[in-house]
C-alpha cells in the first residue's frame, strides 16, 4: 500500500467516490443556506485555536473546561451574560458543529478507552441523543450537508497492528437511518476536513498523503487542488457564494520570506489563482 499512488489514483478517479454510497446517500436538490458570516482574518484565528460559533446575531457558542476539568460545550445567549453549559459529559467534548438551520448540535466525545461518539442535541440542551457511536474508533469533526440531512465526519479506526500508521478517513453519516461508510472507494484513504461549500456542490478535504488541499465537485465530478506546503494551521473555510476556499499554512508566500509566519490564503476555485492575505 503506497499512501501517494493511492492519492493520485483517487484524483483521478474524480476523488473516488463510491457510486453505491452516492446511491444510497443521494443528496437531496433542495438546498437551505444559511445567511453567511461576516468574520476577518483574526476572528478566523481566534476560531482556529479556540473552537467557537454563533448561533444567532447576539451569542456565542465555545468550548471550554467546567469545574472538573472536562471540556465542555457553553452558550453565551448576549454579551455581557452568563454562559450556559450545554454538555455535561463525563468525557471531554473534542468538537461540534452546528446545523444550516442552526438548530441542532453535533458534538463528539472521546473517552480513554479509544472509543468515542458523535451526540445531538438543541441548541438550547435540550433533546440530547446519539448520532453514532464508535467503540474502536475517534470519530469527529462532523461537517454538515447544507439540506442537514447528512454529514461526512473524520474516523481513526484503533489498530493494534505495529506495522501500519494509524490516519484519519472521511465518512458519511446519514443522520435519519444512522448508516454510516467511507466515503472513498479506498476506505484506508486517509483525509480530513472536511467541509461541504454553501451550495451543496462541493466537498472539499485534505489529502494527508500530499499535504494537498482538495475540492471535490458532487455534480459533475471534477477535482481541484493546492498544495499546502509544510504544515496547514487553519482549516479550509467556504465563501458565502461557493466559489472560493480560505485555508492557511505556515510556508513562506515567496522566496524571500524566511520567518515561517502564518498566512492566510484564498484559492479561487474558476481560475486556480492563489491571493495571499498575509502573515501574522
Not at 437531496?28 to 482574518?41: D, H, I, K, Y
Not at 439540506?147 to 497492528?161: F, I, P
Not at 482538495?214 to 504544515?231: E, Y
Request: charged share 10%.
Amino acid at each position: 500500500y503506497a499512501p501517494v499512488v493511492s492519492a493520485l489514483v483517487v484524483i483521478g478517479l474524480g476523488a473516488g467516490l463510491t457510486w453505491n454510497a452516492w446511491n444510497s446517500f443521494r443528496f437531496s436538490q433542495t438546498v437551505s443556506v444559511v445567511a453567511p458570516l461576516q468574520v476577518s482574518a483574526n476572528a478566523i484565528l481566534a476560531r482556529a485555536t479556540r473552537s467557537m460559533s454563533v448561533t444567532s446575531s447576539s451569542s456565542l457558542l465555545y468550548i471550554a473546561s467546567d469545574s472538573a476539568g472536562d471540556d465542555q460545550l457553553f452558550l453565551l445567549a448576549e454579551p455581557g451574560g452568563l454562559p450556559v453549559q450545554l454538555t455535561h459529559e463525563s468525557s471531554s467534548v473534542t468538537g461540534y458543529s452546528l446545523s444550516p438551520d442552526r438548530k441542532t448540535l453535533l458534538y463528539s466525545t472521546f473517552d480513554p478507552n479509544g472509543s468515542s461518539s458523535i451526540w445531538s442535541i438543541n441548541t438550547d440542551g435540550s433533546n440530547r441523543r446519539l448520532a453514532l457511536a464508535c467503540p474502536t474508533a475517534e470519530c469527529n469533526s462532523a461537517a454538515w450537508y447544507p439540506d442537514g440531512s447528512r454529514v461526512a465526519y473524520e474516523r481513526l479506526e484503533n489498530t493494534s497492528d505495529s506495522a501500519s500508521v494509524p490516519r484519519f478517513t472521511i465518512w458519511w453519516l446519514n443522520l435519519g437511518t444512522g448508516a454510516t461508510q467511507p466515503i472513498f472507494q479506498d476506505a484506508a484513504f486517509a483525509s480530513t476536513a472536511p467541509q461541504f461549500s454553501p451550495d451543496g456542490r462541493w466537498l472539499s478535504y485534505v489529502s494527508a498523503a500530499s499535504n494537498t488541499l482538495m475540492a471535490f465537485n458532487l455534480k459533475d465530478g471534477r477535482s481541484l487542488s493546492v498544495a499546502l506546503g509544510s504544515q496547514a494551521s487553519i482549516p479550509e473555510t467556504w465563501s458565502p457564494n461557493s466559489d472560493a476556499l480560505l485555508y492557511g499554512n505556515a510556508s513562506p508566500s515567496a522566496s524571500t520570506d524566511t520567518s515561517g509566519a502564518l498566512h492566510v490564503k484564498i484559492f479561487w476555485l474558476a481560475s486556480g489563482r492563489i491571493t495571499d492575505l498575509g502573515g501574522a
